[in-house]
Structure formats: C-alpha cells, structure tokens
T-cell receptor
C-alpha cells in the first residue's frame, strides 16, 4: 500500500463544475504539498500546508491532520485546469527532500 | 526573476552513453532537489544538495548515477552507461531558506534511451 493515496485516479467534468480531489496518507507529516503538472510540462507548486485551509484564486486546499486527509477543490472549473494534480508529503526531520508522492489525479475539463 | 531552469528539455541517448542533466536553481536558492518520474509512475526523490555538498542521496541508484552542485554553475545529474530503464523525466526543484521552504520546480528533462 502506498503511503500517499489519491482519489480519483481520473476525473472528467464539464466546464464550470466544482472539483474535489482527495489525498490520504498513512505517515506522520510535517507538510503536505499540492502540485500541478500539465501534459509534457513542468510541475507547479500550488500549495504547501500543514494545517487548516489555504485559498488561491479558484483553488482551495484543506487538510485534516487527525484524519490524515487533504482535499484540493477547484471552483468554476475551466478547460485550462486540465492537468495532473499530485499530492506529496514531507515527513518530520526530513523536510522537502524526502517528499513522498501520490500517483496523481488526471483531471479533464470539457468545454 | 527567472524560475528553475533545466536543460536540455529533451535528451536522446543510446545505451552505454552518458547523460548530463543541468539545473540552475532560482536566484538566491541554495537547496536543490532531483526527482525522477518513470513512465506511468509517480515522482520519486533522488538526491538533495546544497552548494558543494550532497546532503541526502538515499534515493539515487548506487551505480552509474551521480550529482553535484558546485560553488559556481548549475547542479548536474550525471548518468553513466545509460540503459533503457533510465528513460524518464528528471525534475529539479529548489528552495530558498531551509529544507522546509516552498519548492519551485523546473520544466524537467526528458531522457530517452534507445
């Protein structure tokens, strides 16, 4: 079993829909990262959080430390949001360098 | 302020050749991390470097792979005698203050071994 599990693996939605991507982890963490990867492209760091909730534009990330669970929400989804969204965790005493990654959620937004 | 720069973006090598991947961190960043993304697999940590020092190379294969981050110039990930299984996307990331800082990723270098 992977230490970081994401669901769903694939998600297709209509433009404008509210999107939720989930991440569960089984280890103690110091921080959780949400990353975005466009096909054939680079990786963009969306959020780094260790508690509570963060918002940036149409993106919202939440984390529940007790339940070892995080969600990434996209409001008013748009075709340009189509990408792979990756959850990653860093563990205490190791910091960024020992990030453990989920396998990603492939999101497709249909116009 | 340029982001993390990786080159080449695409590299094709024949089995047995050497591959050199370069990463210039963001200005002012002294922490560099290399990750590998095998086809249809998730990202995996390879190595963490600070200027002139390898801090953690526990994710790097023991043979044929090496990394450096010299005082001047980019970080280099070197793969000797490449094999088909080395075909992957190699991503570099950098952070500024400590190893718990926000990460900035490059566009990746995609290595294809024929």
């Amino acid at each position: 079993k992977n230490e970081v599990e994401q669901s769903p693996q694939n998600l297709t939605a209509q433009e404008g829909e509210f999107i939720t991507i989930n991440c569960s982890y089984s280890v103690g963490i110091s921080a959780l990262h949400w990353l975005q990867q466009h096909p054939g492209g680079g990786i963009v760091s969306l959020f780094m959080l260790s508690s509570g909730k963060k918002k940036h534009g149409r993106l919202i990330a939440t984390i529940n430390i007790q339940e070892k669970h995080s969600s990434l929400h996209i409001t008013a989804s748009h075709p340009r949001d189509s990408a792979v969204y990756i959850c990653a965790v860093s563990t205490p005493n190791f910091g960024n360098e020992k990030l453990t990654f989920g396998t990603g959620t492939r999101l497709t937004i249909i116009p | 302020n340029a982001g993390v720069m990786q080159n080449p973006r695409h590299l094709v090598r024949r089995r047995g050749q050497e591959a050199r991947l370069r990463c210039s961190p963001m200005k002012g960043h002294s922490h560099v991390y290399w990750y590998r993304q095998l086809p249809e697999e998730g990202l995996k940590f390879m190595v963490y470097l600070q200027k002139e020092n390898i801090i953690d190379e526990s994710g790097m294969p023991k043979e044929r792979f090496s990394a450096e981050f010299p005082k001047e110039g980019p970080s280099i990930l070197r793969i000797q005698q490449v094999v088909r299984g080395d075909s992957a996307a190699y991503f570099c990331a950098s952070s500024v203050f400590t190893s718990t800082g926000e990460l900035f990723f490059g566009e990746g270098s995609r290595l294809t071994v024929l």
